[in-house]
């Protein structure tokens, strides 16, 4: 069965500090993979989705970027973190671009 | 007009009653329609698919109307493990990118004894 590991749960990082999420999903090939961004008391925001290895789509302009080095693997990253950076950070994958399936989430907390 | 747009409730309820959400979205080329469940502070789950002819599961209905651009979903027999946020999602709503799903907000829900 495929399974999806997103880690860390939780992150407390100071304005100006470098970010990097990891994503890996197990047990499929070639998913299509997500990055939503929710910020409380707010809907689910697309941030980037990849259909492929190097392959990186963008929703909405802002202060972060996202890499997908390996087929199962999708990084979400910024080089110096904002205050309005700060939400729950959930991946995704997808095999058909239809039904999602998260990963548990990280809170971020940018102070 | 928001893409996909959800009464942000709450919703009180006591056990045992039923309770119906409503979604409604903009694009009328979407294709596809799901709700899906997120308990706080966790990740969305999928809760079931929406389907033209409506479908159910156990205590749940889901139904389509693409003339008048709705979903709704219908809890019967409430029960308190129920209490959630239920988001309605759409895809192909912004119309532009591929496997591109749309989240509703949320509907807020707390079954009580």
């Known amino acids: 069965s495929q399974t999806i590991h997103q880690w860390p749960a939780t992150l407390v990082q100071p304005v100006g500090s470098p970010l990097s999420l990891e994503c890996t999903v197990e047990g499929t090939s070639n998913p299509n993979l997500y990055w939503y961004r929710q910020a409380a008391g707010r809907g689910l925001q697309l941030l980037f989705y990849?259909?492929?290895?190097?392959?990186i789509s963008s929703e909405v302009p802002q202060n972060l970027s996202a890499s997908r080095p390996q087929d199962r693997q999708f990084i979400l990253s910024s080089k110096k973190l904002l205050l309005s950076d700060s939400g729950f950070y959930l991946c995704?994958?997808?095999?058909?671009?239809?039904?999602?399936?998260f990963g548990s989430g990280t809170q971020l907390s940018v102070l | 007009r928001k893409e996909v747009e959800q009464d942000p409730g709450p919703f009180n309820v006591p056990e045992g009653a039923t309770v119906a959400f409503n979604c409604t979205y903009s694009?009328?080329?979407?294709?596809?329609f799901f709700w899906y469940r997120q308990d706080c502070r966790k990740e969305p789950k999928l809760l079931m698919s929406v389907y033209s002819s409506g479908n159910e599961d156990g205590r749940f209905t889901a139904q389509l109307n693409r003339a008048s651009q709705y979903i709704s979903l219908l809890i019967r027999d409430s029960k308190l493990s129920d209490s959630a946020t239920y988001l309605c999602?759409?895809?192909?709503?912004?119309?532009?990118?591929?496997?591109?799903?749309?989240f509703g907000q949320g509907t807020i829900l707390t079954v009580h004894p």
């Open positions: 990849s259909v492929g290895i190097g392959q």
């Open positions: 694009n009328s080329a979407s294709q596809s």
């Open positions: 995704a994958w997808s095999p058909t671009g239809e039904k999602l399936f």
């Open positions: 999602v759409v895809n192909g709503a912004g119309g532009t990118s591929y496997g591109k799903l749309t």
